[in-house]
């Protein structure tokens, strides 16, 4: 006997489509929306935004409030690895003349890592910006170890370059958008969204699904600008 194959059905029902990119959307009708993808198109009741540093270009009222900006970290190996292991050496956050910067002890690969806020401030299109760092982003970040922590300015490890998506009060944008409630973004998180992401989640399913929610986003909202 012939028995056809059931995929697995997904927990909750969600359907996950990786590698899909999304191309546009528009809203049909008063109530509903249509996303096109490079592969096909959705209508949907409710579309939830959550693009990061591509956010402004499907949200036009991001448009200069969601601002990508490029970041560097640094890992460099100390004299003395011991020295910064996470028993003997803190998560830090540190304002000084030539900025603020944060770092971590050593933890998982090697070195001892760290970045400074806005990096070199530079502002950026996501798709079209200096992936690979530069000799001037290694210099920024070794002056600053080997001004504040000498023992840890080592031979460098390894740089990584990623992306903040700044907003001009650097708080978030969770909102529905007032031309079309049954679109929702959350957007503009300004380098500390990560921490936040199971509760913006919990808040986005609540705008999708019930239009509001228990939780006190008023401060996130677009009308701020
Ligand atoms: C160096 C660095 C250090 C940080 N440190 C911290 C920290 O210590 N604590 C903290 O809380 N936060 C930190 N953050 C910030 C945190 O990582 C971000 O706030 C958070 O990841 C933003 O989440 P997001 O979902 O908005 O964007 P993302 O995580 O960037 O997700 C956006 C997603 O949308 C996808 N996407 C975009 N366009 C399309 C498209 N057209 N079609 C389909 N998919 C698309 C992208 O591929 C991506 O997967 C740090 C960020 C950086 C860069």
């Known amino acids: 006997m012939h028995r056809r194959t059931r995929r697995p059905r997904p927990p909750h029902g969600a359907t996950v489509r990786a590698r899909e990119r999304v191309v546009d959307w528009r809203p049909t009708g008063d109530d509903g929306v249509r996303v096109e993808t ?3 198109a959705y209508e949907a009741d409710e579309l939830v935004v959550t693009a990061g540093a591509w956010a402004a270009e499907f949200i036009d ?28 050496f803190p998560v830090w956050n540190l ?6 910067f944060y770092g971590f002890p050593i933890h998982g690969v090697p070195g001892f890592k760290f970045g400074r806020y806005n990096h070199r401030e530079e502002t950026v299109d996501p798709d079209a910006f ?11 970040l070794r002056e600053f170890a080997e001004q504040y922590f000498p023992d840890g300015a080592g031979p460098t490890m390894r740089l990584e370059t990623c992306l903040f998506t700044n907003t001009p009060d650097d708080h ?4 529905t958008l007032p031309a079309h409630p049954q679109v ?3 957007a503009g998180f300004s380098g ?12 986005m399913a609540d705008l999708a699904l019930e ?6 986003i008023g401060m996130f909202g677009l009308d701020r600008f």
Do not use: C, M, N
């Open 38 to 40: 490079d592969h096909r």
């Open 61 to 88: 009222e991001l448009d200069g409030l969601a601002v990508p900006e490029r970041q560097v970290l640094a890992w460099l190996q100390p004299e003395e690895p011991a020295a910064f292991d996470p028993e003997a």
């Open 95 to 100: 304002q000084v003349p030539e900025g603020r």
């Open 130 to 140: 200096e992936r690979e760092p530069t000799q001037a982003d290694e210099r920024l």
């Open 172 to 175: 978030f944008v969770i909102d």
């Open 184 to 186: 929702s973004v959350a």
């Open 192 to 203: 500390h969204g990560f921490k936040f992401a199971s509760v913006v989640g919990e808040i």
């Open 211 to 216: 239009g509001e929610t228990d939780h006190g």
